[in-house]
């Protein structure tokens, strides 16, 4: 004998533990796959993240991803989705959203947030760091001699 119980929506224990549905031998349980969000680019960590609440927002995201670089540039930020159509770029103004001048986006399951390297600043970072070691050698010549 089979029994088929279906339910409109799935059912999260969290919400109310006295409507949980009681299992028993034969029933089929079918387990969703967890949603994901991929951060990928100039961050702290790149990585795939679970969406645990149903929603994850683009700051949200940037700090699970351990925030961005020195050398990332954030008014170059964008979503990348990929819909009936194909794939689709949103551009995000990372900058005005981490100064509170923008309102944060919410991601959608399997969108990847891509934040790229600023070349002008890692351009910036090798110049600075070029002139501190001439600096250093300066220095230590000039103590030797």
């Known amino acids: ?25 034969g029933d089929t349980l079918i387990v969703h796959k967890a949603d994901i969000v991929y951060v990928v680019g100039d961050v702290g960590r790149p990585s795939g993240f679970l ?16 925030g961005t670089t020195a050398t990332a540039k954030l008014n170059g930020a964008r979503i990348i989705r990929k819909g009936p159509q ?18 944060d986006l919410t991601l959608q399951a399997d969108d990847i947030l891509f934040v790229p390297t600023s070349q002008r600043r890692v351009l910036g970072k090798r110049g600075i760091d070029a002139a501190v070691q001439a600096a250093t050698a300066v220095t230590i010549y000039s103590l030797r001699f």
């Open 1 to 25: 004998m089979w029994r088929v119980r279906s339910y409109a929506r799935p059912r999260r224990l969290g919400e109310n533990p006295d409507n949980n549905v009681r299992i028993i031998p």
């Open 51 to 66: 969406m645990e609440r149903g929603t994850l927002t683009v700051l949200q995201a940037v700090a699970l991803a351990g």
């Open 86 to 103: 194909g794939m689709s770029e949103t551009p995000v103004e990372l900058k005005k959203m981490l100064q509170a001048k923008s309102p």
